[in-house]
């Protein structure tokens, strides 16, 4: 009886249908894609792949000749030119904040038009195209070899970043706040100055922050091309040889990089996380 109880609900029991086995196709032809460019990129490279064993040697023989022996004599000029460079990271700073927070807000779901949406962000997407130094270069026809050509570079280039980092920002907000505003009947120009913008506020600074650290490093970069501060003291006497000098300069370089990164993220880490 048992037995024949047994066959019955085996009968009777619907069969389980397996899950189809998952197509790897895709991913494998992505992967075959991605290899195929790279090889062909590195067949067509320019490259003389014999002489990469003497780059070991020549990197140490440069690095003797930069390190072992630094002209410091012309320290005060440099740390005159660091300082400059500073100051174009800084107005840079300032500029693309200044710029890129209101556009950025208005980028974001919810704060502006669809329409003012989508050419805010197109906008971003084509500053964050184009090269610091491409920028530069085309500044410097209208504004001359000076630092203000560098700093307005620096600030027109962060925008696109700034602005991303902006709208981002404010649309992972949490809605509580908002819809407390809007429940209290303010419109949108009060859920922005009551709501999003208190919240917004830490995280945008950090991100100000960090942008002026981006800017430090960019400086130096923006020298080279004529922009003035310690890029164009290295593109000098990098010219010249004079690699004892170069050196030094780079030692300056590294030295205070390092501080003003470590003092940017002690106030991104208090503005973060509090006291």
């Not at 203000?148 to 620096?154: D, M, N, Q």
């Not at 960019?218 to 003291?233: F, K």
């Amino acid at each position: 009886m048992s037995t024949m109880l047994q066959s019955t609900t085996a009968t009777a029991s619907p069969a389980v249908a397996l899950p189809p086995r998952p197509s790897h196709l895709t991913q494998t032809a992505a992967t075959a894609v991605v290899g195929l460019v790279l090889l062909v990129a590195t067949a067509t490279l320019d490259v003389e792949w014999a002489d990469l064993r003497a780059l070991p040697a020549a990197v140490a023989e440069y690095g003797v000749l930069m390190f072992a022996d630094p002209d410091w004599s012309r320290l005060p000029r440099a740390l005159f030119e660091m300082w400059r460079s500073i100051s174009m990271a800084w107005l840079g700073a300032m500029l693309c904040v200044v710029v890129s927070i209101p556009l950025g807000m208005l980028a974001a779901d919810g704060v502006g038009p669809a329409w003012l949406r989508l050419a805010l962000r197109g906008l971003f997407a084509v500053i964050r195209a184009v090269p610091e130094v491409i920028i530069a270069l085309v500044l410097l026809t209208v504004t001359g070899l000076t630092p203000f050509t560098g700093a307005l570079a620096l600030g027109i280039a962060g925008i696109g970043t700034q602005g991303k980092w902006t709208y981002e920002t404010v649309e992972t907000l949490r809605d509580g706040a908002a819809d407390a505003v809007r429940a209290a009947g303010g419109g949108r120009a009060a859920v922005v100055r009551w709501a999003l913008w208190p919240a917004a506020l830490p995280a945008l600074l950090s991100f100000a922050l960090y942008r002026f650290e981006i800017n430090i490093r960019m400086s130096a970069v923006l020298g080279i091309v004529g922009a003035g501060g310690i890029g164009s003291m290295l593109a000098n006497y990098t010219n010249y040889r004079a690699w004892d000098t170069v050196g030094m300069l780079l030692i300056v370089v590294v030295v205070t990089t390092m501080a003003v990164d470590a003092v940017s993220g002690a106030l991104r880490r208090r503005i973060m996380e509090g006291p």
